[in-house]
């Protein structure tokens, strides 16, 4: 579906990783560091050291590689600069509009890996075990006019091909990775399983993590691989 409640639509379909299923987990993590002094899980932001971040050109230099993908206008992207904000902003008195006083500052966002999914953050299994490609942004549909701008709070979801090779796409398809609904649902609860281990997700969650995972299965794998 590339149309949301509000009537807009994406160059992309809209994404469809349901990541709910983290919350009752963040929720369990916030109240035992607060009442227990338990410290949370580790932070899995994108980070230069580890080779899980780049650049917003770079990932979507490698979103380029899938054909159909829409991406956006780089130069249209959001961006923070330094701001003058008047001789009195000491005083907590701005003037306003701001005037920028230097270069925008770097902007970099999660790697990805060969399928365009990001390799940092809390990854579902959506994304940990996919049948599409997924990304925190969807532009706008070119006959909705603003060609390159990004729609807001609406992420993309692009399928995979689910059985044979696609011109222009270099992913391979579901039918290719994964044997039938069994070998897909093993894999899933070996990811969510980590989830687990890591407390990112509650062990009651698996469960939740295996029928997500087949409604997406089913809607997208060939109709011979959910049976």
């Known amino acids: 579906m590339d149309r949301s409640i509000f009537g807009s639509r994406g160059g992309n379909a809209f994404d469809i990783v349901d990541y709910t299923p983290l919350f009752r987990a963040a929720l369990t993590n916030l109240a035992a560091w607060v009442a227990d002094g338990v410290e949370p899980p580790a932070s899995a932001v994108p980070r230069w050291a580890d080779g899980t971040a780049t650049s917003r050109e770079d990932a979507l230099d490698r979103l380029a590689a899938i054909g159909g993908f829409a991406r956006p206008d780089p130069s249209q992207l959001a961006r923070l600069a330094p701001l003058d904000l008047g001789p009195q902003a000491g005083k907590g008195v701005g003037r306003y509009p701001p005037v920028e006083v230097g270069e925008p500052y770097p902007c970099f966002v999660s790697a990805l890996d060969d399928d365009g999914n990001e390799v940092a953050g809390v990854r579902m299994p959506d994304v940990s075990v996919p049948v599409a490609t997924h990304a925190g942004f969807n532009p706008r549909h070119p006959e909705t006019g603003g060609t390159g701008q990004l729609l807001e709070y609406l992420g993309s979801t692009v399928p995979f091909p689910a059985t ?28 969510a399983e980590r989830l687990v281990a890591e407390r990112h997700l509650l062990a009651d969650d698996v469960e939740v993590c295996i029928r997500i995972a087949r409604k997406r299965f089913d809607a997208l794998a060939a109709p011979a691989a959910s049976a």
Not at 171 to 189: F, G, L, N, S
């Open 164 to 191: 044979g090779v696609v011109p222009g796409d270099p992913r391979p398809p579901i039918a290719a990775r994964y044997a039938d609904w069994a070998d897909y649902e093993a894999r899933v609860r070996a990811a």
